[in-house]
């Protein structure tokens, strides 16, 4: 049974910092790319951040050089230090894996989803 499973969410002053957690299980995690989507009040979901098999990483705009994903290929995890928070990262955090090769920030290329993990930063 495949599972992303989301952690680490929670309420933050804004210029905090959070770490999201997401485990996986029941598929082969080295050979998928990982992704962190979110998803604001009355918004759609938009990419965050992507990390390739062997390690490339992107990011929206909005959050570069203040968040970073990483990967534990041993561990299966994928992880998203996300620093100087403000208001406008408050949202639903999503952990994302897809089989094909190649960076995307298309939901529908995604395979696998978790349940998400609520941020809150306060102002």
């Known amino acids: 049974q495949v599972q992303l499973v989301e952690s680490g969410g929670g309420l933050v002053q804004a210029g905090g910092s959070l770490r999201l957690s997401c485990a996986a299980s029941?598929?082969?995690?080295?050979?998928?790319?990982m992704a962190w989507f979110r998803r604001a009040p009355g918004n759609e979901r938009e990419f965050v951040a992507y990390?390739?098999?062997?390690?490339?990483?992107s990011y929206v705009g909005s959050v570069k050089d203040r968040f970073t994903i990483s990967r534990d290929n041993a561990r299966n995890t994928v992880n998203l230090q996300m620093n100087s928070l403000k208001p406008e990262d408050t949202a639903v955090y999503y952990c994302?894996?897809?089989?094909?090769?190649?960076?995307?920030?298309?939901?529908?290329?995604?395979?696998?989803w978790g349940q998400g993990t609520q941020v809150t930063v306060s102002s």
């Open positions: 990390i390739s098999r062997g390690g490339s990483r």
């Open positions: 994302a894996a897809k089989r094909a090769i190649g960076f995307s920030t298309t939901t529908s290329m995604y395979d696998y």
């Open positions: 029941g598929f082969p995690f080295v050979y998928y790319e």
